[in-house]
């Protein structure tokens, strides 16, 4: 069965320090991968995008890696904040399909000042 | 610009009523999305619209829900009648085009409880 897990339902970690955040999917040939921060009670906002033949990409603080021969996608925020806190979700469009996104059930990061 | 617009924020209704829910995408978007996020878990597909046809329904409940997208704009979702398991957010999305590399812009949700 398809199947897309983040590694775990919450993280806890320091001001300052690097939150790495794992997303793995199973049975998926996906075209591109996403990731999207969601606060309480707010929709989902987009961050970063990696195609299948990229490696990784940035974006101020933010850093994807995508690995199709592992089936994993890490999601790293380097300077961590509090207002980092948040639920950050993975999703991923298979190369069957339209712009449909799959999305795993996200982990809730807590920066603690 | 203007984000994606929800309406109603919350609702509570009982098991068997019928509910009704508004999305009024990001102007010039012609794809629309519905997503129903259940607690604890990530948004799940419910349909996708390019302008006012339907690309995607398959993991709409056809018993009960139904969608529609007069004029290739606003787009309405019905639930009739709801259950105890429809509890959840209600999200819509929208994007420029339905093909791949699109961002989706997401509005703040409809909050949904059967009781």
């Known amino acids: 069965s398809q199947k897309i897990e983040q590694n775990s339902e919450a993280l806890n970690i320091q001001e300052g320090k690097t939150a790495t955040l794992t997303c793995n999917y199973t049975?998926?040939?996906?075209?591109?991968l996403q990731w999207y921060r969601q606060d309480p009670g707010r929709g989902p906002v987009f961050l970063l995008l990696?195609?299948?033949?990229?490696k990784e990409k940035r974006k101020e603080r933010l850093k994807v890696t995508f690995d199709t021969t592992l089936k994993q996608s890490l999601f790293h925020i380097t300077a961590s904040q509090p207002a980092d806190s948040a639920t950050y979700l993975c999703?991923?469009?298979?190369?069957?399909?339209?712009?449909?996104?799959?999305f795993g059930t996200g982990t809730r990061l807590t920066v603690i000042p | 610009e203007a984000g994606v617009a929800q309406s109603p924020r919350y609702k509570i209704i009982e098991k068997r009523q019928s509910v009704a829910f508004w999305c009024n995408p990001i102007?010039?978007?012609?794809?629309l999305y519905w997503y129903q996020q259940i607690l604890g878990q990530g948004p799940k597909l419910l349909i996708q619209?390019?302008?006012?046809?339907?690309?995607?329904d398959s993991q709409l409940p056809k018993d009960r829900f139904s969608a529609e997208r007069l004029k290739g704009v606003d787009s309405t979702l019905k639930i009739q009648p709801a259950k105890l398991e429809d509890s959840a957010v209600y999200l819509c999305?929208?994007?420029?085009?339905?093909?791949?590399?699109?961002?989706?812009?997401f509005g703040p949700g409809t909050r949904l409880t059967v009781l």
């Open positions: 990696i195609r299948e033949n990229e």
């Open positions: 619209f390019q302008n006012n046809g339907v690309v995607d």
């Open positions: 049975n998926y040939s996906p075209a591109y």
């Open positions: 102007s010039g978007h012609a794809t």
């Open positions: 999703a991923l469009a298979d190369q069957t399909g339209a712009n449909n996104l799959f």
């Open positions: 999305a929208s994007s420029r085009s339905g093909g791949h590399n699109n961002e989706q812009f």
